[in-house]
């Protein structure tokens, strides 16, 4: 097992590795729209929410030595499912033609009230 651990991301805000690399799969932990230079989450708009999830997400599998397009699977997580149609747009643009496995589902609240989380399953 290798933990992954990038400054391109967020530090991890608990006990807790950005991921873990097991033989040839990553297991991602999930990503809240936190500016890795700031700290801070910069925006409440759902959009700039979800690009800068992704963008925390894209960094975290390029220092394992994978990809969005070696995504097998993931989890998004939103406070609000009346924002599905923009995340779901945003993310098939960071997604491409790949299209992995995915849940979306709607819960009470998220770390440092994000209004997304997003973790991921890929393969190197």
Do not use: W
Request: with cysteine; proline share 5%; charged share 15%.
């Amino acid at each position: 097992m290798t933990s992954i651990s990038t400054e391109q991301a967020p530090a991890a805000i608990g006990p807790y590795s950005q991921a873990i690399v097991v033989n040839t799969m990553i297991y991602c932990s999930g990503q809240i729209p936190i500016n890795p230079v700031s700290g801070n989450i910069e925006s409440e708009d759902i959009a700039a929410q979800t690009r800068q999830v992704l963008n925390n997400l894209r960094a975290v599998l390029t220092a394992a030595g994978s990809g969005l397009d070696k995504v097998v699977k993931t989890t998004i997580f939103l406070t609000d499912l009346n924002d599905f149609q923009i995340v779901n747009s945003i993310y098939a643009e960071a997604f491409g033609a790949h299209k992995p496995a995915r849940s979306t589902v709607q819960v009470a609240r998220l770390p440092r009230a994000a209004k997304i989380e997003i973790e991921a399953i890929a393969t190197l």
